[in-house]
């Protein structure tokens, strides 16, 4: 009996020691590598100061951007320059969004499909801006690999448009960091499967106290030598900001 | 006098803009524009040319004074010159806003060769705080929602035809609003409207964002009669659907009046847009009209569109981030009249800007539908 006992435990501890790595590995789902990425990426606050560049074969634009977030509710993205668009804004809350026009003094709000398009000329969409869709509730997720990307081990994630959502993509492909859960490489497809756009983050440092990729590039694929570039000029996370900051008043008055 | 205060602000702004440039909190801001525009005038057959060519400088400064108190001041500076000077009696005269209350403009040079036009469009100090705001001055009431008609627009009707005047014009106005909640406020205003013949326009609207829709709610005086309104943004599906409903209540010898505003827009691949409406004007001419020369082209919130029924369509496409094109027609069956309005416009450099317009007017006339008059317009733009 007593040596049955033994067997007993031994068994089990035979078989956690087996299973704990696969325990540890699996634990976390896609869905939550995906929240985990966004919640560092994001804070419960964050502002930043932001370079975005436009680059074609023949010529390139610049501008500089403000943008404000309160978890993934809340968004507020001011043009700072060139003098032209200067204060052009926009407000996220929930699923709705607004366009402040300083010229007319006026907001306007965009109807759901203008989130698909370009975001002021560039390679980037109003929503990779303001986030209307999120990337945890607004998709399926699964694990379909793992890499080594700049170094760094990431998991490959499958992320399928729920069919309610607005979102146009057919797929996307996201390489997360494992260690530090940064969204490092992204491969947007078509609904036919083709490869659309692509996603690099690199440029990886302190910033705002946690460690990010400080330069992201969106390059569309069917375009040779286009690309638009955003380069983080500060940050800053999880210092307080009143709900009250994104609201159309608001908006008017920002500095 | 009014030039002299002008100068004096003048030279007052540049004070405060030089002393500004040394400190390290902005608390003035000059902003701008310089536009050369080129105007071509047709007649309905391209028989007759007349042209004319306008120099146009907008100056939009902000003073942030403290805190709460807040002040703006925006003008644009006129200058034309050309057969369509010429050739138009008392040209200078046109280029008042005739719905300001007070006239802050000044006609620096008037002759037949060149007039120099200076006008005041926005003068208002504001005062600020967590729950309510007050303003004081010239300025713009924006309570129009849809794109090309603003029925709910009691305030300061724009002339969409207009398409160099993107500030669109202001109002004499006292605003006070009150925050009721994050994404809701009610505003009272009151405005003094038509110099030498001063009448008054009251009304409050109570805004709110309910179900994903904005809405607003509007009540109030205009003129000689009582007026009720109703507007509202939001979407069916992948479609922006927003529309405007005034409605003017017959009150001793003014009759009743509704102006209704549909609209829907959305965009597709390849960055298109597109958006369309239709305005219900019930005073509106609904039969061909043999000499346009004599309906009212004056606009006003009683006379967004002088014809009863009118549909709109825009069509634009961006082709690269720096090249636009597009096209609208709006249309008015009864009066048949046709109103076509393709334009493109291409980014030079970052703060340079060119544009081509062109507006052609057809219209069912005695023997025909035909042309009534071309314009085309050929402007280059540089912000600062």
């Not at chain 2, 071509?40 to 042209?51: H, Q, V």
């Not at chain 2, 009212?296 to 825009?314: A, D, E, G, H």
Request: charged share 20%.
């Amino acid at each position: 009996m007593k040596r049955k006992s033994f067997e007993w435990w031994y068994e089990v501890i035979i078989l956690l020691l087996a299973i704990s790595p696969a325990v540890k590995g699996q634990s976390i789902s896609a869905k939550d590598v995906m929240q985990k990425a966004m919640d560092h990426v994001r804070g419960k606050t964050s502002r930043a100061e932001m370079t975005i560049r436009t680059i074609r074969p023949t010529w390139s634009r610049e501008m500089t951007v403000r943008t404000w977030s309160k978890g993934e509710e809340y968004a507020v993205v001011q043009v700072m320059a060139p003098p032209k668009d200067k204060g052009v804004a926009f407000l996220k809350r929930k699923k709705e969004v607004w366009n402040w026009i300083p010229t007319l003094e006026r907001s306007i709000k965009l109807p759901p499909s203008m989130m698909s398009q370009s975001w002021m000329g560039t390679d980037f969409t109003n929503d990779d801006l303001v986030r209307e869709s999120s990337m945890v509730n607004d998709y399926d997720q699964k694990f379909v690999g793992d890499t080594v990307l700049m170094g760094r081990s990431c998991y490959i994630i499958e992320m399928i448009p729920k069919p309610e959502t607005a979102i146009v993509w057919g797929k996307l492909l996201v390489y997360i960091d494992k260690q530090d859960y940064l969204e490092l490489y992204t491969r947007f497809f078509d609904e036919d499967g083709t490869l659309a756009s692509t996603m690099i983050a690199t440029e990886i440092k302190v910033l705002g106290g946690r460690l990010v990729p400080s330069r992201v590039e969106m390059i569309p694929a069917d375009k040779k030598n286009q690309k638009t570039e955003i380069i983080y000029l500060g940050l800053q996370y999880d210092a307080p900001i009143d709900d009250n900051f994104f609201t159309l008043t608001k908006l008017k008055n920002l500095n | 006098m009014m030039r002299l205060t002008l100068i004096g602000l003048f030279l007052l702004l540049a004070r405060i803009s030089a002393a500004q440039d040394s400190a390290a909190v902005k608390r003035f801001e000059l902003r701008g524009y310089v536009k050369d525009m080129q105007i071509l005038n047709y007649d309905r057959g391209f028989k007759t040319l007349i042209t004319s060519n306008l120099i146009h400088n907008r100056l939009n400064m902000r003073w942030k004074i403290d805190e709460h108190w807040k002040a703006g001041v925006e003008l644009r500076n006129r200058l034309y010159w050309g057969e369509q000077v010429s050739m138009t009696p008392n040209f200078a005269d046109n280029l008042r806003n005739k719905n300001e209350a007070f006239n802050m403009s000044i006609t620096w040079i008037n002759s037949t060769s060149l007039v120099l036009h200076t006008n005041i469009d926005r003068l208002w100090l504001e005062y600020a705080t967590q729950k309510w705001n007050a303003r004081i001055g010239r300025q713009r009431i924006n309570w129009g929602i849809a794109s090309t008609w603003n029925p709910n627009d009691l305030f300061n009707t724009f002339n969409f035809i207009d398409f160099d005047y993107e500030e669109r014009p202001g109002s004499d106005a006292v605003k006070f609003q009150y925050l009721t909640g994050p994404m809701s406020n009610l505003e009272v205003t009151g405005a003094l409207t038509e110099e030498g013949n001063l009448r008054g326009i009251s009304a409050a609207r109570y805004f709110m964002n309910w179900k994903n829709y904005d809405i607003q709610f509007i009540g109030g005086w205009y003129i000689n009669q009582p007026t009720f309104g109703l507007g509202w943004s939001g979407s069916i599906g992948q479609t922006g659907f927003k529309g405007e409903f005034q409605q003017f209540v017959n009150h001793g010898n003014v009759g009743a009046q509704t102006n209704l505003v549909l609209e829907a827009d959305r965009t597709f691949k390849g960055g298109w847009y597109m958006d369309t409406g239709m305005l219900y004007n019930s005073s509106g001419i609904d039969q061909p009209v043999p000499d346009w020369s004599t309906i009212n082209l004056q606009f006003s919130p009683k006379n967004l569109m002088p014809t009863k029924w009118n549909v709109l369509y825009t069509a634009t496409k961006q082709i690269t981030p720096l090249l636009t094109a597009g096209s609208g027609f709006v249309y008015a069956p009864q009066a048949k009249l046709l109103i076509i309005l393709p334009q493109v416009g291409y980014e030079l450099t970052t703060d340079l800007d060119i544009n081509l317009v062109w507006q052609s007017f057809f219209a069912q006339q005695t023997d025909a539908f035909a042309g009534l008059s071309h314009r085309i317009y050929f402007r280059l733009k540089y912000s600062f």
